[in-house]
């Protein structure tokens, strides 16, 4: 059975391109690229390659660049960076439908004595900046706002509210996991100071990641060890997925325009076709501020887990808008903080797609979805009548 895999969101595959640029640094060429020797001093070269090529596709100069194991640590290093290097500064903004790498790391340090503010969004997803711009006080170390919501692909006016934050002396993060390699990006010509990125979101392997930290950006470490990223974080490089996130960085930027023309163009055909083809079913997230691939669409008086399991029977893979698939009923923090309806929110699904997917698996999607929701809908307890 075909697999149709929509949940490029949550990870992607490794792109055939990345494993053979990875390949030979397992069994030739694993020397340390701190070594003496020329055999793993070769290394460091190719260590510069990648961090170059990681700088070309967000904009930035390679220095700027600190590989890490993944973008939650990526997160986590530029919020405790900012407070640490701000110690008189006891206050954070963020948002309420941030990843959990921010929002959980944010409730914590209010453990700590730091104090917190959560901004809210509207029903689309998007945020009040003058909500924002009255959060700001003078003891506000940091605001930190993702790019793309990584549930239903809202994206946010990044730039402008990196530009408040300048204005009023704060720093400012975004994680920009989702938008890495989906939207043209030139954070040079930015006020961001801090922004995190996730290899396998962009078909490099996990556990590989990076934080840009614009210089002159007050910095904190927070692994402590050896010299290595320039004495920024320390651990003996990965030199095999370091290399292998510059390879899929250099093919996301080749691709920015696919992204954004073939990819939005399938991703259209979904969801016009679900929400054309099945009653009670609305979309979640901004009509069109949206990432090029991802759609969120809720079914209302039924179940999201239920439709992945039966979707998943046939081959389809997807994820849930809410947070059953972690075991909760709960529906998912970012729909309740839109406001989507309680019958709508426990239904949702998103489809996330990639440059991998063909219109035919598309068709596929939207040719099987329907019988299943009218048969979840045929045994719901909720339906009326």
Known sequence: MHTVYLDNNATT????LVFEEMRPFFCDRYGNPSSMHSFGGEVGKDLKTARERVAALIGCDPSEVIMTS???ESDNTALRSALESQPEKRHLITTKVE???VLNLAKHLVKKGYHLTLLGVDQDGALDMDELRDAIRDDTALISVMWANNETGTIFPVEEIAELAKSRGVLFHTDAVQTVGKLPMNIAKTS?????????KLH????????YVRKGTPFRPFIIGGHQERSRR????PVPSIVGLGKACEIALENIHHENTTVRALRD?????????????RLNGHPTDRLPNTVNISFKFVEGEAILLLMNELGMCASSGSACTSGS???SHVLRAMGVPFTFAHGSIRFSLSRFNTREEIDFVIEKLPPIIARLRSISPYMEG
């Open 192 to 200: 961001v100071d801090f922004l995190a990125l996730s290899g396998h």
């Open 269 to 281: 055909r979904l969801e016009k076709g679900i929400l054309s083809s099945i009653s009670d079913s």
């Open 70 to 72: 993944c973008g939650t």
């Open 234 to 237: 320390a651990g003996t490089e």
């Open 204 to 211: 490099a392997p996990k556990g590989i990641g990076a934080l």
């Open 13 to 16: 595959r490794v792109d055939p």
């Open 329 to 331: 009923l709960e529906p």
């Open 99 to 101: 990843h959990p790498a």
